[in-house]
């Protein structure tokens, strides 16, 4: 360090006095800024301003960014890169160092490449290193009344490089340095379009400096200056008359007892944060965990706006969801397409998480948080749920349209995909991605060539697997959640219907539908009122619950215009839930009573829930139950390393030709065996049966699966076994075998049965060929005679009521419905089949009461006298079981699906969040 040559002269670099320095170290504020540019500029002559990146013309270069927080992204690895740097100099520069990922495994000598912290020496990396590289935000929540200040620790810049480095434009700095993210010279220069001034701060790390530079700290204000001469602002930093960058002496910090080590400190005063100026618990880490969704080093993010003040260590959502616990963990798999056949060089890591069904969007507690899929996406109900990264920074997004075209739909609102960049050519890298971060270029081995890698990958057959299980749940939600609005619907269309009818001619005067079916006699004023089920209600903080009341009060007693009724709920004993009551809900007695239970409660809590309701002028009913709150069920953990992996039953196997059969393994295997990234292990299936075909489930709680299909062409009566084996990381294999054998395919007959019937005026049933899991409500074709593909729907009169059956597995409802689950959201295929399923229902309403009225008029005409028909005039023109009637229906439903095809195509450009698709929806007959 003694051949340092002479720095610049306080008069050179524009000296100021030990208040003003540090100040200058404090200002936080719009306010605070000004008034030190003014306090400073009182000796003319000693300042001047000169244009970011030496170009007059600099709005171009800076005015890149289309959004405030993308930018701040660019100074977080900007920042990130100043640590990598630090640490490839301290460590002599060594050499083969050909991506940042590789660099910071190597220069901290981890023990992993990414940031998991299933790796007890990466987790305390985390921990450590994650506080030097800090963003934070303080001020208030006012539009433009936030700072920002971003701080590293890394190596630091002396003044005479700033120009050209955290100053300049599209300089070459990193170009040549394949261990850095940075490459084009743009940095995080954008932030500077979103804020009226900044302030940059850094020093060299005294060990990096070289022979011909002295230890100082270089400062400077950037500020967008309008001129009304010039069509658009210019970027201009200020230096000392010289044209030199103003310095400080480390030891003028020592007088003032404070410190500035060596790093950069960057404060943008009066930040426009745009979507991400809420409270940063809220917006902010996702926001950032989505954009560095893979980051090589750990950073912190502060919000000082809040009271407590939030804090966090970020580590990117893809390692965050890799902690979740496995019990709560979305399923996840990994794809690496072959590239070669593309032309391309290189390879992409493409991996991809199903969320779970039925978590709360708006939980944004830490448990809901960490299972839902809004939680790693950049906003709550993003559509951009593909996202391509590069060194782990998001560099493109694309929409659920993907995955709607892979005819996945059902699956949109619930997958994650992310596809892993780092390994692709270093050509394909220049051609792919752009300065800007914000997209990536379109054309041929181009996007285009990622586009074709996760098409391939959405066509894993695990996916499909996953899309069924969804399906299945979807048709099982068909008799649970909507029941209550396809009956709303058809009640609406009938009593429309008969008040437009004449009178006379009808049979029963009850409208509505209900799940039981016996008679009950009400009362009003109601003279009973009791909990359906008297048992303690045991229930976990944060759960939602439906419970049932039961009176003999009439079904509009809470919603009628006169003398309503009045439910309320008290607890005696702790306040630990709120109620919910939905007036138009009650059918047959029955009121749905929500309840949620306050996520802060403890276990143990609890007390009395006492119902009361209260019927004017003098009737008081009420009722009571236990409630409490109770710990979650241990979560399953798993042995690591397993110890067990065999087959449940040993008995021989047999399986039917071209069908799928399961076997189930039992295994004390973690969940996360296969799928991990430390140390993952393989199972895999085999059978030396030909046409015998093995896929591997799991494992999933102790129990793993082999998905034996059998092609259509396998010779029945063929004999041999399956193996699955386990191989763990350290070369343990376990292996387990079953006989199996290959018999003909069974045809599974339909037999004849009958439903009793007490029902009321008319009652909906949905008929399936094989009722989904978890449906209670609905029956089979068992159920109902001479039912099958063909049938539409079908009337049974019972006395005074009448059974609607609407078939869900009809030919081209059922293709239809297929089509909406893999095409759209749940909730635009429930709409859709809700609505189908009433006005079929409608319909058959019609035939019968035309039916009906039909051997009215016959009776009335050619009677005994006595207002009985002859049996040969009755007209066969409305039987349900003719084939005039079969035809009507079939084109009503052809009518009603062409109908409920042009709403869906709506839906679908809506859903889609504004992507364009240029494909029509195809017709039934191409889903059989």
């Not at 960049?421 to 054309?443: N, Q």
């Not at 035939?847 to 005994?864: I, T």
């Amino acid at each position: 360090m003694s051949d340092h040559t002479q720095e610049p002269s306080d008069r050179e670099t524009g000296r100021m006095n030990a208040e003003q320095v540090h100040r200058l170290l404090t200002l936080s504020t719009i306010d605070d800024i000004q008034q030190f540019l003014s306090d400073v500029a009182c000796d003319s002559g000693k300042w001047k301003w000169v244009p970011l990146g030496g170009r007059e013309n600099n709005s171009g270069s800076i005015n890149l960014a289309m959004d405030p927080g993308q930018a701040l992204v660019e100074r977080i690895t900007n920042s990130m890169d100043a640590h990598i740097e630090l640490e490839f100099e301290l460590a002599g520069r060594p050499t083969g160092l050909d991506s940042p990922r590789e660099a910071v495994q190597r220069l901290w000598n981890l023990e992993s490449s990414r940031l998991t912290r299933e790796s007890p020496s990466v987790a305390r990396f985390i921990d450590e290193m994650a506080p030097r590289i800090s963003v934070r935000v303080v001020g208030s929540m006012g539009r433009r009344q936030s700072s920002v200040m971003i701080r590293d620790s890394g190596i630091g810049q002396h003044p005479d490089d700033l120009p050209t480095t955290i100053l300049g434009l599209q300089e070459s700095n990193k170009a040549d340095r394949r261990y850095l993210m940075g490459a084009f010279g743009q940095g995080g220069s954008s932030t500077f379009a979103y804020c009226p001034y900044s302030l940059v701060i850094s020093r060299r790390h005294p060990l990096c400096l070289g022979s011909s530079k002295s230890d100082v700290i270089g400062w400077t204000v950037v500020r967008q200056f309008d001129e009304d001469a010039w069509k658009t602002f210019r970027y201009e930093y200020l230096v000392a008359h010289t044209g030199l960058i103003p310095r400080i002496s480390p030891e003028v910090l020592d007088t003032l007892g404070t410190r500035f080590d060596n790093g950069t400190r960057i404060v943008h005063f009066a930040y426009d944060l745009g979507r991400i100026n809420a409270s940063w618990s809220r917006v902010g880490f996702r926001f950032f965990d989505n954009l560095l969704f893979d980051p090589v080093l750990p950073y912190r993010i502060e919000d000082h706006r809040v009271s407590p003040r939030f804090n966090r260590n970020l580590h990117g959502g893809r390692n965050r969801l890799e902690q979740v616990s496995i019990d709560r963990r979305p399923e996840a798999q990994t794809h690496e397409p072959d590239l070669s056949r593309w032309g391309a060089e290189g390879r992409v890591n493409i991996r991809y998480w199903v969320f779970r069904p039925g978590i709360v969007e708006g939980d944004d507690s830490e448990s809901g948080a960490s299972v839902r899929l809004g939680s790693y996406l950049d906003y709550d109900n993003s559509p951009l749920t593909i996202i391509f990264t590069l060194n782990g920074q998001r560099h493109h997004a694309r929409g659920k349209s993907l995955v709607r075209d892979a005819r996945l739909g059902a699956l949109a609102d619930y997958l994650l995909v992310h596809v892993d960049c780092d390994d692709l050519s270093l050509r394909l890298k220049k051609e792919i991605f752009t300065a800007t971060r914000a997209g990536a270029m379109i054309g041929e081995r181009r996007e285009d060539l990622l586009i074709n890698a996760v098409r391939e990958a959405l066509g894993d057959s695990w996916l499909k697997q996953k899309l069924e299980e969804i399906l299945r749940r979807r048709e099982t939600a068909l008799a649970t959640e909507s029941t209550r609005r396809v009956n709303q619907m058809l009640n609406r269309l009938i009593t429309v219907y008969r008040q437009g009818s004449s009178a006379g001619g009808r049979r029963g005067s009850q409208e509505g539908s209900g799940r039981d079916g016996r008679k009950r006699q009400t009362h009003d004023p109601p003279r009973s009122l009791e909990f359906a089920d008297h048992r303690r209600l045991d229930l976990l903080a944060g759960e939602h619950k439906v419970v049932h009341l039961i009176t003999d009060g009439p079904d509009n007693i809470l919603s009628r215009q006169h003398r309503p009724g009045n439910l309320v709920f008290a607890i005696e004993g702790d306040n630990i839930a709120r109620f919910a009551v939905d007036k138009d809900d009650m059918r047959n007695g029955r009121i749905p009573v929500r309840i949620l239970v306050s996520s802060t409660a403890t276990n143990g809590q609890g007390g009395r829930i006492i119902a009361s309701l209260e019927v004017p002028p003098i009737t008081l009913l009420t009722s009571m139950r236990e409630i409490r709150v109770v710990p979650p069920p241990l979560p399953y953990v798993g042995t690591d390393p397993p110890t067990i992996f065999e087959f449940a039953k040993k008995t021989a196997l047999t399986v039917e030709v071209g069908r799928r059969s399961v076997a189930e393994i039992h295994t004390n295997a973690r969940n996360d065996l296969i799928t991990r990234a430390v140390h993952p292990s393989h199972i895999s299936g085999s059978s030396n049966v030909p046409g015998m075909f093995i896929s591997v489930r799991g494992p999933r709680d102790g129990l793993a699966q082999l998905e034996i299909n059998v092609s259509p062409s396998a010779q029945v009566g063929a004999e041999g076994g399956v193996t699955a084996k386990l191989a763990l990381h350290d070369g343990t294999v376990f292996e387990t075998s079953r006989a199996v054998s290959v018999i003909a395919s069974k045809q599974h007959s339909v037999s004849t049965g009958s439903q009793p019937a007490s029902l009321p005026a008319y009652q909906l049933k949905r008929v399936w060929q094989r009722l989904p899991e978890g449906n209670t409500d609905d029956i089979t074709w068992d159920d109902v005679n001479n039912y099958s593909a063909t049938r539409v729907g079908h009337y049974e009169p019972n006395g005074d009521e009448l059974w609607l059956y609407v078939n869900m597995d009809e030919t081209q409802f059922r293709a239809e419905r297929i089509h909406w689950g893999r095409r759209f959201g749940e909730s635009t295929s429930g709409r859709l089949t809700d609505r189908y399923v009433a006005y079929i229902a409608f319909h058959l309403f019609q035939l019968y009461d035309s039916a009906e009225r039909a051997v009215s008029s016959v009776a009335q005409c050619a009677g005994d006298g006595n207002g009985n028909a002859e049996a040969g005039n009755q007209s066969p023109t409305y039987d349900p079981e003719s084939v005039p009637v079969s035809e009507e229906l079939r084109r009503v439903t052809a009518t009603l699906i062409q109908t409920l095809r042009s709403e869906a195509e709506l839906a679908r450009l809506q859903d889609s969040g504004g992507e364009t698709e240029d494909r029509l929806v195809p017709p039934p007959s191409s889903l059989a």
